[in-house]
């Protein structure tokens, strides 16, 4: 290594520094992740390769799948006592953030989802590095889901934005990331800290990549440099840390070294162009500006033999196509290729031309469905900040999304507008028919208050929408709530609202927004429950059945495979009368997406809306089909980790938004689509379209949350469904080990 340094001039000594290079590939109870092997071994190749690194083999430690704490802890604190001058910490495998503790936890092999005391606390590690001891300076680097949790400032603020309902979770998980953060203030010298993925987004392990998605770029600038190190001229295209946080040409190491600063840059870049989670930094003291490994694109040539193994992962151009020319390593997400991205450091041949449309829309496609993730159990929600994307002349407003479902169009006449000059209309995230063109529209802000709007579509241009009438709820028995999910009961007086906090359902009139009356919840549902959980509410067109959807798992049911394994609860009753518990569903999410929304289109058959937001990645909007008739009831299943898949309810994608006519659409950050936004409620019309290209279809009305942020948009969606054809397949879901299914298999009238 060509120097790491705390005050000037310090220069790293690779004969008196460590590293501890921790990785958990084999899980008892969690997916495998045969790249974090790989990454083990080619990181040590790097760090102690005389032409990268240069640290003595003997100094550098591979601690593979410890079994106990105590197996993954003793290395490093055994490193501290033995590295004098730089002591490197690097983590692969799942992790997970426990809600209630609102920490950090790395996996061992024997972790289980949902048990806190079989991982390692973070902090547990941290202290391991000690404080007032030797090394001078520590470097930790993290690859696994929600790792930037640890980033000191990782908060709604820094990102530019509000959160949604989970804000107090989200906030004081950053503060606890300060904290931990802080913690290293205490150390001597300097410290830095490198993580795969921001505070709240998953780590991926994508199929048929020989490395993780992070570990594989990083490995990357390491093996094949960055032949140019000046920060690009002229202004930045987005305010992201490449662009604003760039250091001055006069701060940069020397060319034929590479600083910290450089190297994540660099990583960050690539992974923004293949639209993959983005990694963060914080350091102390210039450490990051200062020399950390030769750069190797400034050097000859390495033997034959590395020139290939560096090539084998910089070559790839697609998932699962290793060989074929390509920017960077390959990749994809479930939300799709980004139509654009940060151009790379002059003059480095990283930097590929940019793609026609038609080929990052191709891209996608393929890329879809062919990545696992590296944590247990999902959080938080992001919301970065800036205009990011003006659409263009010519544009079409509607049009085919899928062979079921086309987009009539859009209208944001509802963002910034105030209902009769005082009332924002903001913070939509439940939606329930009151007509052939009317709805009420659920703010989930407090206090409660319900949007009777006119949606004004026909079928043949886009929605007019208009707020018409207001009304505030007035929930009863203290206690904080928070509106999610609505339904209006069959006879128009009442409606009953899914509240997030608490959990609870309650009934509300219309006509004064007193709050008469509350659904039992089964216990569960309320004992095991985190922050994100009652989230989605529909009744079955007769009324005589309500299901409660979750939005994030129960602490017993975790996830497989990135898939949240989460539980519809089953009611039955009468509108305007008694409800009780009946019967309880396992669904399992698309990866790394949360139910926001579900419709039901008659007994035990639904829409489910799912979603999630990325920093640097934008939205994902997708809606699916479900039938539940055939799916066990799991009221008393202690944990859905043991339920077999065929327990599960069956599914299949009407449409995923990221496929439809942009419309005309800007967006006020980074989005695959620039339609798409923070889509929270969802509701289908009872009448069939009378005219349009769409005649005979079922209007589909979706409304975006904008979390009360001048950053985000009010948005409502008006979607043509083809209706009266069932789906055939017996998966869980399409390309994830079920067959396809076609139409939503909903009722009309």
Known sequence: MGGVGGAAGAAFDPAESACVIIGVDRYANLPPLPGVRNNLKALKAALTDRTIGGMPKRNCRIVSNPRTITGALKPIEEAVRAARDTLIVYYAGHGFLDSRQEGLYLTLPGTEPGKVHSGIPYTWLRSALGTRTPPKRRIIILDCCYSGSVIKGMSAGTMGGTMSTV???????????????????????????????????????????????????FLRVLREGVPGTAPAPGPAPDPTPESTAAVTAAALPPHDHLSLEVIYREVRRALREKNRPLPQQQAQNGIEKLPFVRNRAARPAPPTEQAGQAGHTGQTGEIG????????????????????????????????????????????????????????????????????????????????????VALIGHSDALNGVEYEGAVPVDGLSGLAMSGPSRAWALADNAPGRIFDLGLGTSGVAPPAVRAVHLRTLRPTGGGRFDGEGLVLEKGGGTVLVASEAGPSIRRFRLSDGAETGRVELPRNLVEWAGPENLEALGASPDGRYLYAGMEAPLFRDGKARGRSLLRIQRFKGTPGGAYVPDKQFAYQSAAGLRVSELVATGRDRLLVLETNHAEGQGNAVRVFGADLSRAKDVSRVASLQSEPVDAFAKKWEPVDLVTCPRGGAAAAQPQSNPLLENAEGMALGTVPLASGPYKGRLPLFIVSDNNNSPHQITRVYALAIRTGRTGTGTGTEAGAGGGTQAGVGAEAG
Not at 192 to 216: D, I, R
Not at 322 to 337: D, K, L, V
Not at 351 to 369: D, G, I, M, N, Y
């Open 321 to 404: 196509r290793p060989g074929r020319p390509g920017p960077a390593s390959s990749g994809g997400s479930a939300a799709g290729a980004r139509a654009g991205g940060a151009p790379g450091l002059p003059g480095t041949a990283l930097s590929p031309a940019p793609l026609a449309p038609e080929a990052v829309k191709a891209r996608r496609v393929r890329r879809r469905a062919l990545v696992s993730v590296l944590c247990v159990a999902v959080v938080a929600i992001a919301v970065p900040a800036a205009v990011w994307w003006q659409s263009r002349d010519g544009e079409p407003s509607s049009g085919a999304c899928s062979a079921d």
């Open 167 to 217: 804000a107090a979770t989200q906030q004081a998980s950053s503060r606890l990331g300060e904290a931990l953060f802080e913690g290293m203030d205490s150390l001597e010298g300097v410290s830095y800290l490198l993580t795969s993925t921001p505070w709240n987004v998953e780590a991926l392990a994508p199929e048929g990549e020989e490395h993780t998605a992070f570990t594989g770029e």
